[in-house]
């Protein structure tokens, strides 16, 4: 796509490649891509099991390396950078929502939101914990460890721990994989105000032609290569 001053990327890809060794061969998980998302613009990336969805979320986090191309935020070489520069980008850049919800289990619900703020230094965490709280519908239940919420529950406090340090750039892996649809539904309507709301980029995996539907954007993927770029 063509970017202009006023939609520029806020991520881009050039040439990515991502080569695995698997059983004494090559496997080629990315081949080639070339991607850029602007601010503020929600996309999905759908595509078969082993098309390499996840490799490449990965890589847009840093959390892989290419072994080819290059992977940039912000025009700044991701894939160059140390792995503590690394780690320090992505906690003032990057928000993430995973399909496990990943919460830590000896914290309570506001806890877990509180920590990427406090990390940050970003003035009042528990009142920025509790002011997302409510903005999920969990209001009277930060005092709750994870263990005493259900997955919806857990996974909407996966949301707001994702929005509270307010990155730039959310990335999301099956948000709603282990949930039934209704909880799933409510999940992802929430994760799409929330994005509108704080203004955040978003790049979500998913294999659901139905979650999809809300991007502005739809990337397909097959055997490691972009088969269609839609746009709404």
Do not use: C, W
Not at 81 to 103: C, K, N, P, W, Y
Not at 113 to 128: N, T
């Amino acid at each position: 796509m063509t970017l202009t001053n006023e939609n520029k990327a806020l991520l881009s890809l050039r040439g990515v490649g991502r080569r695995l060794a698997s059983g004494g061969k090559t496997l080629q998980v990315l081949d080639n891509i070339d991607l850029d998302v602007p601010e503020g613009e929600f996309v999905a990336v759908l595509g078969p099991s082993g098309s390499g969805k996840s490799t490449l979320l990965a890589l847009m986090a840093g959390l892989d390396r290419p072994s080819s191309g290059a992977v940039s935020i912000r025009g700044e070489r991701i894939d160059r950078l140390s792995e503590d520069r690394l780690a320090l980008m992505r906690r003032h850049t990057i928000g993430f929502v995973f399909q496990s919800f990943q919460l830590l289990g000896n914290f309570t619900a506001r806890e877990n939101i509180m920590l990427p703020v406090e990390l940050l230094g970003q003035g009042d965490a528990r009142q920025r914990a509790d002011e997302l709280l409510a903005s999920v519908g969990l209001a009277e239940r930060g005092h709750h460890y994870p263990t005493q919420l259900s997955g919806g529950e857990q996974q909407r406090v996966a949301l707001a721990r994702a929005f509270a340090p307010k990155p730039a750039l959310l990335l999301a892996d099956e948000p709603t994989g282990n949930l039934d649809g209704a909880t799933g539904r409510v999940v992802l309507d929430l994760l799409a105000e929330m994005r509108a709301g704080e203004g955040a980029t978003l790049v979500l995996v998913t294999h659901d032609p139905a979650v999809a539907a809300l991007a502005d954007r739809r990337i397909h993927l097959r055997d490691g290569r972009i088969e269609r770029d839609e746009a709404k």
